[in-house]
């Protein structure tokens, strides 16, 4: 039974940036993952400007090493289509110039994301990296957590855990008490096609909300190699309520609708449609007790309107390894102490989650979904202001005022 101060439970984005964190910090830690990298993992592969910001914060080289993959795109921004087909465009920097400017966010699939994080992790010999290890037991010590995988050669007990490992995380479910409540869980799919016609020139990811498939949505982000993402997501309450068969749906969308007909009659489905789930952030939550922190998905920190998960686990794992550090530092690892961790996280995320909360709710009333876009694709004033409020809290804040519709309306 190896002892340890810290164990990260779950090798993605958020657990890998917690353990980079710390490894800076000169603090040793043991990060487990059942699988071994590379190893795909559903999601909608987009890596927003929080995500760059994130990788600049582990290390100021990582964006250029990113930047020099050949399994990523650089992307400029996001297509919001309305249910009436309105676009509108939203720019991830305003007035941007692709030929001059950094990008600020990348397109890249996890397979690829998630081993490029794994290899800056064997870099540090602060990190004991344990691939292919399935934690089937975690069970409370007098001073910590010990666990086990199934054949029980592998054993370790840890002062404290960092839960790391994904949307259906045990853990959160069994000991943090982390509830599945449909109102605030997504159910997705995803696919990869080639040769989807019409992708933006500037790979601006897009996001359709169809008048007979709200309130979710239809996405499609390029890739690399003429490659695309293509997927829907759907509150899973209102999967639930109108018996939704999202696959079906989804192949039902890509052969009727006018547009993706078009789009996709020359193009190739590669492998298989495969499902997931999104635990939404659009409630707060404890997401820390006695000796542990929950951390990404297993937090559920994911953006109730875009679905973006990767920079809020990255965010959680990086104030996951400040708090683990201030532990070590007081010998503390109570559950009292560790709501510094919570207060960091949603002081950092509550804001921009809540406002998303009210986005997706706008989905409720497609009309005003449709006005807003109809205005802003003829007003370069408001699709500026617009463009501002996805990188600017406060200018976000509008939109939640009804005085922002009704001068919308009526001007």
């Not at 980079?20 to 559903?42: M, Q």
Request: glycine share 8%; net charge neutral.
């Amino acid at each position: 039974m190896q002892q340890h101060d810290i164990c990260i439970l779950g090798a993605g984005p958020g657990g890998a940036a917690a353990a980079l964190h710390l490894a800076n910090k000169g603090i040793p830690c043991v990060l487990i993952d059942k699988a071994i990298f590379p190893r795909d993992k559903v999601c909608g592969d987009a890596l927003s400007g929080k995500v760059v910001s994130e990788l600049k914060r582990i290390s100021p080289d990582l964006l250029s090493s990113l930047s020099g993959q050949e399994a990523q795109l650089p992307s400029w921004g996001i297509h919001f289509i309305s249910p009436a087909g309105h676009k509108l465009s939203v720019p991830f920097k305003y007035n941007y110039d692709p030929t001059q400017d950094a990008p600020s966010g990348y397109i890249s699939k996890r397979v690829d994301f998630d081993n490029f994080l794994i290899e800056q992790v064997k870099q540090h010999p602060e990190i004991t990296l344990l691939e292919g290890i399935d934690v089937a037991k975690v069970e409370r010590t007098d001073h910590g957590f010990s666990l086990s995988d199934k054949s029980g050669e592998h054993q370790l007990r840890s002062r404290l855990l960092i839960v790391a490992n994904g949307a259906h995380s045990s853990f959160a479910r069994q000991t943090a008490g982390i509830k599945q409540e449909p109102e605030h869980y997504c159910a997705g799919l995803r696919a990869y096609y080639k040769n989807v016609a019409g992708l933006d020139k500037d790979n601006f990811i897009e996001l359709h909300f169809l008048k007979d498939f709200l309130p979710g949505y239809f996405w499609i982000f390029p890739l690399p190699g003429g490659h695309a993402n293509v997927g829907v997501g759907m509150l899973s309450e209102t999967v639930s309520q109108k018996k939704v068969n999202l696959k079906k749906e989804m192949l039902r969308m890509i052969e009727t609708h006018p547009e993706f007909r078009q789009r996709f009659a020359g193009a190739e489905l590669i492998g298989d449609i495969k499902g997931y789930g999104l635990p939404l952030g659009s409630k707060k939550r404890v997401i820390s007790g006695d000796n542990y922190m929950l951390v990404g998905d297993a937090a559920s920190l994911i953006d109730p309107f875009t679905g973006e998960g990767i920079s809020n686990a990255m965010i959680s794992g990086r104030w996951a390894a400040t708090q683990a550090e201030l532990c070590l530092q007081q010998q503390n690892f109570s559950a009292d102490f560790m709501q510094h961790y919570d207060k960091a996280v949603y002081n950092r995320l509550w804001k921009e989650l809540k406002l998303s909360r009210r986005m997706q709710r706008l989905l409720d009333y497609p009309w005003l979904f449709d006005q807003v876009a109809s205005k802003a694709s003829k007003n370069q004033a408001l699709a500026e202001t617009i463009s501002c409020m996805f990188t600017d809290l406060d200018l976000r804040e509008r939109l939640k005022q009804p005085s922002f519709y009704l001068k919308l309306l009526f001007n």
